[in-house]
């Protein structure tokens, strides 16, 4: 349930104060401390598990298993590592300086940002709510979580779990639609984390931008595949078909849209048609293995797509409108300005666009916005270097699709139109965190200053300038 | 000289080009302009030095020192470590999924926009543009107009040095800069101040470009009773002494113990003396301010002030001079405390506490640096823990500055974004993660695939049970 419109600037300039007042009390501070908030997290993910599965079931379609797998899994997994790991992260860096510099005890301290607003979409709500909520727990900040209008029931529970784990004057849930949103963005955060897509961040980033608020964009658009044709068309379109069911294809990271040699199209599309077979013997229709669209919206968005096509679809998949589900659905022969290269597909449609070389592929997805990723199924390491080279897109991954999101260590980003900002273990740790340096400067360096103050003699100029004239290498070209 | 409103976009799609090109990509390239940039801070040092004498009326000594010295040492330390900075990096990873061969590639962002001050021009202009080159980045330089002759000697000495297909130097003022935040750039790096701030990240969001965002504020300067006055009052002095005090991390303004505060008048005074025998009004050694506009903020927020000026600047509006002044008793609400002064003008404010001194800071913008002078360890721990602000600096001024190795940055009102050396890289930088999944993972991965086996969903939803550390508090 929304908070009433009527006592929404108050109420929300009052939540955020709150928190603010919290971060400053010191509380959050302490590494135990933060510590036990992140295992608080774990505990709900794994204790509420039922509820929050129920919810996504009921908002989304989605099947027990990928909310196990791929959110609450990953959030308990995450917590109880990033609670392990953040000594290490928060640690005071001492770095290596000239001789002459050491005395000073240079130090660079990890200062938390603050009071945080994060706001997450609807189609992994458990994960891209709470893996940045991790970072700002363990960078000590406070917390706003905005989830998605678009999960109601998620939200809603959120809304009644999160307390039950978390002090509300630290982590808040705050839920409603755009008139609220508008109201969190009025104020002052000290860092805005958003999930979505390029049209809202481009609002929140004008409201960021009139408090000089940082801000972590991740977002996504079309994430291309190239196949290499001396790649095993077979295993790749196993590899990618698996990538596009998850979410029923509602994720930043689906494969999008595929790019193969023009001779290799059909044996490509036979290969996706035994995979589907084999993924969904009865079809993906009526499967609790696959989800649903989430929003009538958004169906009716998709299958206009399809229904303007002038590629020609060789796996129909079936539609029920009601329920809201739409089958996977391949489209070969799709050329440049079809429907289903207009935008960001977020659904189980695949297209397939022939192209004739390798540089063709690449240029066109060049002639294209920076994707969330690039796909790239080849064993050769000349065209992985070179697409390694001549493209931009926030990760590459070769040979296979989705996985990457599993390997903790590896920085998620966007870049261009799919946003900015680092996020997963650490990396989101130093998103919500400031390095604060710091120099200490003993009294015994004085005589070793002594130069720097006026009136300056010849000698004290002539060693305050010395790197003007320091020698500068040859260059070697 | 204004670069014509028109050809702006014109420029920027020439250096998209040339970064589409991959020009910028081998080191040795990168290497090369890093050491043309260290020879034009070298060779043109002397034009360098006439055009700030001109326009600012700069001390030969002080753009020697703290401009020209430190992007000549910078540029030829960044061409020497950048090998190390642009490996791939190739991260820990559980044995399981070492065949994945995850990898961290560092990509430049692109083609970029440098927007930099009047107070530091060289310094602010290329310390940025060298993490923009050792990065791969293609770049335009906006310096400011409110310097003329340098800005102008900019746009001749830069293309003798530097690619003019992949670093580009754009003069003009409101309009031509208006036209360039109208474009879509990869990264924006500005420096300056809030209210300007404010207009290039709007501008920045309509295309989603990151920002780093160098700014100002008031850093504060806190003394504890119990350290040497006659040492601190040398150290501010020093610090505020830089550029005539136009300097963002200038010490603003300073909280002392009331019982201390004529004593550290007193070394104010003392010092004054030594660093400028015949005062500052015609030394060659002390700077001039920038403008007619803001020569007279300074005097007209020094007119207003209800404080005791017990060092008394002597002025000379023709030339924009102004000497050190000094003011006591100051107290919230002064002329004095209103905005960041950047200028010669050091308030003193007397506290009864330290608490009282935080409570202080704390009702106020983080500053880009907090200083504070004390050998009480709990005292400096105290302020690390209760204060926010970009740097936090023990018992001297400025000096920090000169610790290549540490980030610079503000936080809050004093911006975001990191710089100097690998950090100036990095923010030119993007963390590009790879992974490259073998064939033979295939038989591992099995169990990802529907319909899944119960033996399959019991594998994938393990880490739900994953056992939960209790929580030691």
Known sequence: MATPISTI????????????????????RPIAWRQHQLYQLARMAHNERELICDALKKDLGKPKTEVLMAEVGCIIERSVKSAEQLPEWAKTEYPDVADWQK????MIYKAPRGTALIISPWNYPMVLTFQPLIGAIAAGCTAVLKPSELVPTFSQLLEEIVPK?????????????????????????DHIFYTGNGRVARIIASAAAKHLTPLTLELGGKSPVIIDSAYDIDLAAKRILWGKCNNAGQICVAPDYVLVQRDKQDELVKAFRKHYNAFFPKGALDSPLFGSIVSDVHHKRLTSLLSRTKGEVVLQGRADVTRRRLEPTIVKDVADGDSLLEEEL?????????????????????????PLVLYAFSDKES???QLVSETQSGGIAFNDTFQHLAVNELPFAGVGESGYGNQVMKYTYDTFTQLRSSIDMPKEAEPYLAIRYPPHSEEAVKALTATVYMPIPPSRL
């Not at 449609?349 to 690449?362: K, Q, R």
Request: overall charge positive; proline content about 10%; aromatic content about 10%.
């Open 9 to 28: 600037p108050k109420s929300v300039a009052k939540i955020r104060d709150a928190l603010r007042a919290t971060f400053r009390s010191g509380i959050t």
């Open 103 to 106: 005395p000073w005890k240079p």
């Open 165 to 189: 784990y978390f002090d509300p004057n630290m982590y808040r849930v705050v839920n409603g639609a755009v008139p609220e949103t508008s109201k969190l963005l009025e104020l002052q955060w």
């Open 346 to 370: 977020f659904g189980p449609i695949l297209p397939i666009v022939p192209v004739d070389s390798l540089n063709e592929a690449v240029d066109f997805v060049n002639a294209r916005s920076h």
């Open 383 to 385: 065209v992985k270097q």
